[in-house]
């Protein structure tokens, strides 16, 4: 109990300071405050082994709540960076470090095996990182997880790896290559096999605790799936943490999804930040004095190396030089596996306690400084930053990795502040402007935002319109309104097309241009208005609702013998965050939106 209460009270203290530091971030705070109490500090916490048994679970809820965020249609969708940029990055970056080991005097077996811990980087602090910065749905940020998805991947390798270098068949390729080919094979199996069983068994289960309206049931059920999974895969030599995104992914193709991620909120946070701490733990600052040198170039190649290899092969994946530089600064730092691998080789006598406590150290440091990386990538955009129609305009294949994705056409005030929603809540989007200003600031933030004219076919097929699952149409003119409704009605009928009117006549000449529901500005201000005014006369939500849902279609029926098609939902009147209720038709438009 006393060793807990120092964690908490440490935590609050490290984060707090650490938070106020420019560039400062949480992660770095538990890192710091983990290195203060642990044995190599005050001393104040020596069973660091015991703590990191617990501290473990925090990644695995990180996983779990990100494979929450996503959708089995998305990650598909993201299948050229996982499998591509990832492969590649993990071969290149393994041949990299092998090469620079060789070259300092170790023998080809252990050079691989150094290699290999060095190439994997740390899921828990690039996610948190990401998160802490706003960065996780930018294209950067998709790749970095691709690579740090496929890293999980190919955990089981790498562990069956080690033995057989150190083992008399280590000169043998052909049996080296059996045993990963067997490896790969029990790993592919193993997935499919939960997400089959998982998609047969979840809904149905997740359902019946749903219909006992129990709280802590449906808590209790969400862990049970979340470590079930995750003890499952551990079991079969996968890592925990990738048995907890399968079933975040499973759980996100559900219904209950909204509830399951607020049930582990609280776990997740509170054990995420504990497995920094214990990463912070084995930070030994007499190791680092007695060979800083060393240390330090083993850093140095760790980060140059790794970020160069993303850099050089992000291109042929469609990234951006800028976005694979900045995701490299993500994915340069060491991870928590380097540990476990090094560990593994020490045991079986590939190399020395020393060479392995040393490398431990370069990786926790530059896992350390990742939040200071991040703010460096971010300062590079300016370096890029260009006024260059041409280098704004969408090139070929750059966004094949998104699949249901959002297109805006129009990214001012009101294209904007939807983008801004839609990445807050992970959804993926692609934004067109003919405004040079309006996409440069739109590339600064990271987003999607390209210069193209919203009612050229040739343009919208650039931006993946034929994958997207809808538009939302907010441009300045009312013919520029007309013509990119009427181009994606007549070419993409995949898309559902929602468009902002300036009154209710033009309204409905958009209709018949084919938009799913349009939304007049000059009509439901002045709604939300009269719905305050109501509001203040006490009158109830049901008959507020049904005085303005009135009042719209009477007011559209009289400008129209046929039903406007824009029946509205779920709209904010008062402005008191208060959503009154209309029709389920309307509800499942919206959701649709």
Not at 6 to 32: E, N, Y
Request: net charge negative; charged share 15%; with cysteine.
């Amino acid at each position: 109990m006393s060793d807990l209460l120092w964690l908490l009270f440490t935590s609050v203290l490290a984060v707090t300071i650490v938070s106020k530091i420019p560039g400062g971030s949480p992660v770095l705070g538990f890192l710091v405050g983990g290195a203060l109490v642990g044995p190599f500090g005050l001393g104040i916490i020596q069973h660091v082994e015991q703590v990191k048994v617990l501290a473990e679970f925090g990644v695995v809820f990180l996983l779990f709540n990100i494979g929450l965020e996503l959708s089995y249609d998305r990650l598909v969708s993201m299948a050229k960076y996982i499998f591509g940029l990832g492969s590649s990055q993990m071969m290149l970056s393994t041949a990299v470090g092998a090469a620079v080991a060789v070259a300092c005097g170790l023998a080809i077996p252990p050079a691989v095996i150094v290699g290999l811990g060095l190439a994997f980087s740390s899921t828990a602090v690039a996610l948190q990182v990401l998160a802490d910065r706003g960065e996780s749905a930018s294209r950067h940020g998709r790749a970095t997880f691709s690579v740090l998805l496929f890293q999980d991947l190919t955990v089981v390798l790498v562990f069956m790896l080690v033995p057989l270098l150190a083992g008399p068949d280590s000169g043998s390729l052909t049996a080296i290559g059996g045993s990963l080919l067997k490896a790969v094979v029990k790993t592919a199996a193993a997935i499919v096999s939960i997400i089959g069983l998982g998609r047969v068994v979840l809904r149905p289960v997740f359902d019946r605790v749903a219909k006992l309206r129990q709280a802590e049931l449906m808590s209790a059920t969400t862990l049970f799936v979340a470590l079930g999974t995750s003890l499952l895969t551990q079991s079969l030599g996968l890592s925990m943490a990738l048995g907890a995104f399968l079933a975040g992914l499973l759980l996100a193709e559900t219904e209950f999804h909204l509830q399951v991620e607020n049930d582990i909120a609280p776990f997740r946070g509170l054990l995420l930040g504990l497995f920094f701490m214990t990463v912070g733990m084995t930070i030994d600052p007499m190791t680092f004095t007695q060979s800083a040198g060393n240390i330090v170039s083993m850093m140095a190649a760790i980060l140059i190396g790794k970020i160069a290899v993303v850099a050089a092969v992000g291109p042929m994946f469609g990234l951006s030089l800028l976005n694979c530089i900045r995701a490299g600064m993500y994915i340069g730092p060491g991870g928590e596996f380097a540990f476990v691998t090094f560990a593994e080789a020490v045991r079986v006598g590939l190399f020395s306690p020393d060479l392995a406590t040393q490398l431990n150290l370069a990786v926790v440091l530059t896992m350390a400084i990742t939040p200071y990386l991040a703010e460096v990538g971010n300062s590079m955009k300016d370096v890029w930053k260009s006024g260059n129609v041409a280098t704004l305009q969408p090139k070929e294949n750059e966004v094949d990795d998104l699949k249901g994705h959002v297109i805006l056409a129009g990214y001012g005030r009101n294209g904007k502040i939807i983008g801004e929603i839609l990445s807050a809540n992970m959804i993926p989007f692609v934004a067109l402007d003919v405004n040079p200003e309006i996409v440069s600031e739109g590339r600064a933030a990271d987003q999607n935002v390209y210069f193209g004219d919203a009612g050229s076919p040739e343009v919208l097929r650039a931006i993946g319109a034929a994958r997207a699952s809808c538009a939302i149409v907010a441009l300045s003119s009312p013919a520029a309104n007309y013509r990119a409704v009427w181009s994606l009605t007549k070419n993409f009928s995949n898309i559902h097309t929602y468009v902002r009117a300036e009154g209710v006549e033009g309204g409905l000449i958009l209709e018949k241009a084919g938009a799913k529901a349009v939304v007049p500005e000059a009509l439901e201000p002045s709604l939300q208005l009269a719905a305050a005014c109501l509001r203040e006369q006490k009158m109830s939500p049901q008959d507020i609702s049904v005085a303005i849902d009135n009042y719209r279609r009477s007011h559209l029926k009289s400008l129209s013998s046929r039903k406007f098609s824009a029946d509205y939902s779920s709209v904010n009147y008062g402005g008191v965050g208060q959503s009154l209720d209309m029709s389920s038709t309307d509800e499942a438009e919206v959701a649709s939106a």
